[in-house]
């Protein structure tokens, strides 16, 4: 089962950027290949929800909440995806999540979460 870590959570101000890393370990880079990577985030009192995806070719998809704000992106040697998050906004508070879906496996795995505080 791979094993997926968040880093890069924290306190900023409206307005401000800021970045998150998820870095996948207990698989290889093949198979690494042949998963969707993805943020996922839940605020307090709310459902998760889907924040981006990324193939591995490189498609993206965005929720329209973060469409111009957020960008997703992948390092597939290094087995890592980020989430560039600029403009922040109160409301992108949350705990935020890593997620992978394997295509060949059908297996998605999560990581335990990293929290994101914007501030007004």
């Known amino acids: 089962q791979v094993q997926l870590v968040e880093s890069g959570g924290g306190l900023v101000q409206a307005g401000g950027s800021l970045r998150l890393s998820c870095t996948a370990s207990?698989?290889?880079?093949?198979?690494?290949?042949?998963?969707?990577m993805g943020w996922y985030r839940q605020a307090p009192g709310k459902q998760r929800e889907l924040v981006a995806t990324?193939?591995?070719?490189?498609?993206?998809t965005y929720a329209d909440s973060v469409k111009g704000r957020f960008a997703i992106s992948r390092d597939n040697s290094r087995k890592m995806i980020r989430l560039q998050m600029n403009s922040a906004q109160p409301e992108d508070t949350a705990v935020y999540y890593c997620?992978?879906?394997?295509?060949?496996?059908?297996?998605?795995?999560w990581g335990k979460g990293t929290q994101v505080t914007v501030s007004s």
């Open positions: 990324i193939t591995s070719s490189g498609r993206t």
């Open positions: 207990r698989t290889i880079f093949s198979v690494f290949t042949q998963k969707i």
């Open positions: 997620h992978s879906f394997d295509e060949v496996t059908m297996v998605d795995d």
